[in-house]
């Protein structure tokens, strides 16, 4: 790993948590990474009151902003009507080169939207792209993209799927990323034109191309990228957080029911608690705005500072790889090549 | 209750394990109910055998069908090509008026191609949708289209709203079933145009849509029908059985870890039975094609006995219901008001 110094912006006021997420998350990102240096953006006040004494030797540079942008405004209002958010100075930082990445746990839309404005995205990027990380049976997949276009056309499933490759590739170290296009299963309709006309110039593509898989094959382990449109995508990835409330909600209901279940609870307790661990969605929290000429990660909007600081983790790394130049010369190269 | 006879005809053949799982499910069926009479159709020397000496009082009837469809083969083959499948002539039995409604575990494609072929679509339904109920949180919900259609229009998404109100009407006893469309939640990209458009159509209708609801509201209870369209319909439910998939194999894994877990894993078995019982997709098996001047039901092509009998019981709630005319009496209503 480089021991160059990294400096990442964060959007402290976006979030539902505000300031409570992000200064403990950042204060924890300093003691973790002693060539990461912050800047915090957003209303000095509130900031410097909850960082009250924390040294941080100079690491940590609060920038101002006057204001907020909200989970409900509008992304042209965010762009026209807030140019002094703490959403859009934080992009800004990037943009300037004063930071290499920015987070922001601010709504999808305007961040998207402002990103894509102050940052521009990279030559044969038509629309930048959602990604993150879902567990499987196996370990993690990626999936893109989750609700930044929508009526994807074949020409830009393939470039998510190079984008994807391509994070892959650098974040998990894997040489080969297995790519997948989701798609339905029945014969009498299987896919739609763009998702055919999309595995057809996969298949053509240098990257690993494994085919179809349907919703299920998400979560089975057997592909390392997970390609859709962002409308399918994103109801996938709702429909998921659905199933997996569900569930935690009946498991608790039945160890309710009596005394006896009660007791085999508490009992069970450990294990229980080690298996929620393991599918806790704040682990996951930090999706990569992909295609853009500069590194955006998208926290959950609710994230608490424990879940707001695993999307900076995200930030460092898509850094220390310099994820927008490789995925930029891996598309040149194989745009020219299909 | 009617205490009319009921005629239900089943494929025996299409699904994955034939005779083994439509036979048993058909005994129980004629056990539970004293007003049903069934026509089995498929290979006649096999169902004959699997039934032995099982006293039917004449109350099955078997009906000798040469071909089987598979799970492989394609519509247009199935439709074309074998004309004599236990398949075919199922649905030929509904279209004679011999049964009220046939049941098949056979491919998805080729079943809803031979079903619309030989029963037609009601007057003002376009394409059929495929329908079933999936639980949540509260109880259960209709889910439609889950696969039959692709692109679907506005127009499209508002013929499945009527026709899952009208089902969920009859069959759940609710007098205004809560029509929810699934969209995504992003301000930017709130919908494409179909799903806006439906919602401006619904909005005007009799019906009483409660709007927009994202995939982890399929879950939550707050609608008793959840439109959208086929691909997306299709994706969500994979989705979901693929996320209740992993986390049951992540919860053995648990369970297995050094022997305290496994003795509180033996504590907590009753109480983690009750709970899979209790999200068992067997339970919820049985899909209505909606739209056809008929009654099928589709199971799943790996349904066991208790499985497939789960599907006879909505076919004969549909018929005792009368759902495709109740479909056409209502549509027509809205179609003339909207």
């Given at each position: ?29 300093l ?6 240096d912050l ?17 941080s030797d100079g690491r940590i ?278």
């Open positions: 790993m480089s021991t160059d110094r990294i400096t990442i912006a964060l959007d402290v006021m976006s979030g539902d948590e505000g300031v409570d997420a992000v200064v403990p998350a950042a204060i924890e990102t003691d973790k990474h002693n060539n990461v800047i915090l953006v957003g209303d000095a006040d509130a900031i410097d009151a909850k960082l009250a004494d924390h040294k540079e609060v920038r101002h902003a006057s204001e907020v942008v909200t989970m409900d405004d509008p992304p042209a209002l965010a762009l026209r009507g807030k140019r002094d958010s703490s959403m859009r100075q934080a992009i800004n930082t990037v943009k300037e080169g004063a930071a290499q990445a920015c987070v922001s746990a601010g709504n999808t839309g305007a961040l998207m939207a402002t990103a894509r404005y102050v940052l521009k995205t990279l030559p044969g990027i038509d629309r930048p792209a959602i990604s993150t990380a879902i567990p499987t049976v196996s370990g993690h997949t990626h999936m893109l993209d989750l609700g930044a276009n929508i009526d994807s056309s074949a020409d830009h499933l393939f470039q998510f799927a190079v984008m994807g490759s391509v994070l892959v590739n650098a974040v998990d170290n894997l040489d080969e990323p297995r790519v997948a296009l989701l798609n339905i299963g029945e014969e009498a309709i299987k896919g739609n034109d763009q998702v055919k006309e999309a595995s057809r110039m996969l298949k053509e593509s240098e990257l690993n191309y494994v085919g179809y898989i349907e919703g299920d094959g998400i979560y089975s382990g057997s592909a390392d990228v997970v390609v859709c449109d962002g409308f399918v995508g994103n109801i996938s990835l709702k429909t998921s957080e659905g199933v997996a409330k569900m569930i935690a909600h009946f498991m608790r209901e039945e160890f309710k029911r009596g005394l006896l279940n009660k007791l085999s609870g508490v009992i069970a307790l450990p294990v229980i608690n080690a298996f929620k661990k393991r599918i806790d969605p704040r682990r996951y929290n930090g999706a990569s705005l992909l295609g853009l000429q500069g590194i955006v990660i998208k926290s959950h909007g609710s994230a608490d500072s424990f879940s707001f600081q695993r999307a900076i983790e995200i930030a460092i790394l898509e850094v220390t790889k310099n994820i927008p130049n490789q995925i930029d010369s891996q598309l040149e190269r194989h745009l020219v090549s299909s």
